[in-house]
């Protein structure tokens, strides 16, 4: 659900976008840490939001890094 999010903050069209492994945070609402496979050898880390239901409001990308490669731990950041 985020990946047009990501292609528009990154300027670039992925032909590639599987989740390979995540992580949880529970805040108010759940941070999830996803690792994706963009290409390749190319990897992503995404950092994405999803208030809690009564909000109605779906997931949104809050932050993202770039450059990973499939053995780069997945980290809280």
């Given at each position: 659900?985020?990946?047009?999010?990501?292609?528009?903050?990154?300027n670039r069209n992925c032909e590639m976008f599987?989740?390979?492994?995540?992580?949880?945070q529970v805040v108010a609402g759940t941070n999830?840490?996803?690792?994706?496979?963009?290409?390749?050898?190319?990897?992503?880390?995404?950092?994405?939001?999803?208030?809690?239901?009564?909000?109605n409001q779906g997931p949104s990308l809050v932050?993202?890094?770039?450059?990973?490669?499939?053995?780069?731990?997945?980290?809280?950041?």
């Amino acid at each position: 659900q985020v990946k047009p999010q990501f292609e528009s903050k990154e300027n670039r069209n992925c032909e590639m976008f599987t989740a390979i492994v995540y992580k949880t945070q529970v805040v108010a609402g759940t941070n999830y840490f996803i690792k994706v496979q963009v290409s390749d050898t190319g990897y992503v880390h995404l950092k994405v939001f999803q208030s809690l239901p009564y909000e109605n409001q779906g997931p949104s990308l809050v932050s993202f890094q770039t450059g990973k490669t499939r053995d780069d731990p997945l980290t809280y950041f």
